[in-house]
Structure formats: C-alpha cells, structure tokens
C-alpha cells in the first residue's frame, strides 16, 4: 500500500507562498532550471528542470496515485480544466458538490468527498491502490497530520526567505510533532529535496 504523503516546495523559512499569493518566482525557480522538459498534459505548465531535479520529479510523479486538495485549490485553479498536468485523479474534500463544474466536466476523474477529511482519505486510498496519495500543504497536511494520517513529508527546500504569508503547516494543535530523518534525496538546482517519516508514538 502506498504512503499519504504531504509534499510542498519551501521556503527556508517555512512558507509555500509569500505575502498575497507572492514569491513563487523564488519558490519555483528550479521549474527553470535546467534544459529536461518534464512531461504535462498542459500546454501552458512548462517545467525544464536540471538532470537531478528531473530524476527526482520523475520518481515522484511515478508514485503518485492521486491528489487531495481542498475547495480553495479546486476554485483557484478552476480543477485544471478538468484535467491536473500531471494526468492524475483528484479528490477534493468539500462541504458541497460543485454540480454545474462536474456537468461540464463528466470525464474528470474527480471525486468530491462532502463528509470530512477521514472520509476523503479512505477513497483515496481506495483509488491509489499501491501508490501514493498526496494531500496539499495547508490545512489538509496539517489536519492529516493531527488525525495521525500523515506518513511521509516531502519538502523542496528553496533558498529564499519569505519573512510571511502561507505555511506549509498551518498552527498545529497537537505539536511538537517529531519526524524522523531527513533522508537527503537530491540536491538540485537552487533545491533540495528532502524526505521526512512521521513519526508514530
């Protein structure tokens, strides 16, 4: 059975997003950084990354079984069109079912799950089978973490300090959490990529 694991790039000072929505130029410099196209089924998400950045994308994406991402995500991104550029299915947690997007989207593999995040997680596991779910940063990954469904945390730490804005891990209620590792995948272009274990009590 795969893994449900909380992964984000980072800043050096914890953050997934600047100040209004900001320093993603920082935070994703590395989708620039190298002369490897990674493959999408978006046209308009283009993302040519040094050798090692492409390994490790590549390994990660392989792994992937679906997404959980909130209603915030889904709404920003008007659900990709239908289709996430990495071609995976998506199960978004929910307090109602956005019914004239699913009508104009019946191909989509989405899943809308309207009661809770435990509930979300099941089917995703479900879905997955032996690959991993990959839940959002932000409330979702903090809650996960709380319920005690959190296994693995991936962080692609980036050398820029944003000072404020979005954390990978809103206020944790049930902190100080302790992980084990970290296991030091690659080291990228402007990136390092690390693994995290979650420690069970």
Not at 16 to 27: Q, T
Not at 37 to 52: G, I, M, T, W, Y
Not at 120 to 146: H, M, Y
Not at 164 to 181: M, N
Request: proline residues 7%.
């Amino acid at each position: 059975m795969g893994k449900v694991v909380a992964g984000a790039t980072v800043s050096l000072d914890g953050y997934v997003a600047g100040p209004n929505e900001s320093g993603f130029e920082h935070l994703f410099a590395w989708f620039a950084g190298g002369d490897f196209e990674f493959p999408s089924v978006n046209p308009e998400f283009k993302v040519r990354l040094a050798e090692p950045d492409y390994r490790y994308m590549r390994d990660v994406v392989e792994g992937i079984g679906v997404f959980v991402i909130g209603r915030r995500m889904f709404d920003l991104n008007d659900g990709w069109g239908g289709r996430h550029p990495f071609d995976k299915p998506i199960v978004v947690v929910t307090h109602s079912v956005p019914q004239p997007w699913v009508a104009a989207h019946p191909d989509a593999p989405y899943t809308f799950v309207t009661d809770g995040l435990p509930a979300a997680i099941e089917r995703a596991r479900a879905i997955a089978g032996d690959l991993n779910v990959i839940v959002t940063p932000g409330k979702i990954a903090s809650q996960c973490l709380e319920l005690g469904l959190l296994d693995v945390i991936w962080i692609d730490l980036v050398p820029v300090l944003l000072g404020s804005g979005v954390r990978f891990f809103d206020e944790l209620k049930a902190a100080p959490i302790l992980l084990d590792g970290p296991d030091l995948l690659v080291e990228g272009s402007r990136v390092t990529h690390l693994r995290y274990q979650v420690r069970r009590s």
